[in-house]
């Protein structure tokens, strides 16, 4: 008994566009169907298409996802700097052991999406970004290795840069907003009387800036207290 034919056509849909069988006859291969056709079958193919304004439009991106046999497509509309998206969410919380993640490219999901243990992932501008075959996950392992030891060296570069400026007498973070001249100055005008809103006016600094100096320091308050 085979199985149902519209089943058996959406193996071979499958098939083809996920693994380029291009040459394969539905008509044939329906007669001997295996475990790896059910797994096919079973599986869930689900895409994800997303712009970053909203004068951009989804369309093309779905017409490549629905090409790609993509049998649900989440798509939405927000930059990728935001990491809420509520649409990806949905996705990922869907996604199971065996299913499959098509983006039309590389740069519409987050890296650590791109991880999500269990699930396949195929980008259709990226040939070499598919881990439903070994050569694709042979491929992301190794450039994963070598953007983590980049991350690595950037790290200790940018501690002993940091080392060697400290070395040098430079300071680091924001530079203060009065000269000790001027704090002298308006510490001075403080105890005068003078209005803080005046002394900051003059100063061309917050008015919080005037306060921190009239505030009594926690140091000076500890020493007066031994």
Request: aromatic share 6%.
């Amino acid at each position: 008994m085979l199985v149902q034919t519209s089943r058996g056509f959406e193996v071979i849909r499958k098939l083809k566009v996920l693994n380029n069988f291009a040459g394969l006859d539905p008509t044939m291969e329906l007669l001997c169907i295996g475990p790896f056709q059910k797994w096919m079958l079973a599986m869930a193919v689900y895409g994800y298409a997303r712009v970053s304004t909203r004068d951009q439009t989804l369309a093309s991106q779905e017409a490549q996802l629905r090409a790609a046999a993509c049998t649900k497509i989440y798509a939405e509309k927000v930059s990728g700097a935001w990491s809420d998206r509520p649409q990806l969410a949905n996705l990922l919380k869907r996604l199971d052991q065996g299913d499959v993640l098509i983006v039309t490219r590389l740069d519409r999901l987050a890296r650590s999406t791109r991880d999500k243990a269990g699930a396949g992932f195929k980008s259709l501008g990226d040939a070499w970004a598919d881990t439903t075959t070994p050569h694709g996950r042979l491929m992301l392992t190794v450039l994963g290795g070598l953007a983590e030891f980049e991350r690595e060296l950037i790290i200790v570069r940018t501690g002993e840069g940091r080392t060697r400026a400290k070395a040098r007498g430079v300071k680091f973070g924001r530079p203060a907003a009065l000269t000790p001249h001027q704090r002298r100055e308006a510490m001075q005008r403080l105890a005068n009387g003078e209005a803080q809103a005046d002394v900051a006016r003059s100063f061309n600094v917050s008015q919080a800036t005037i306060s921190r100096l009239a505030a009594p320091s926690p140091f000076a308050a500890s020493v007066v207290a031994a």
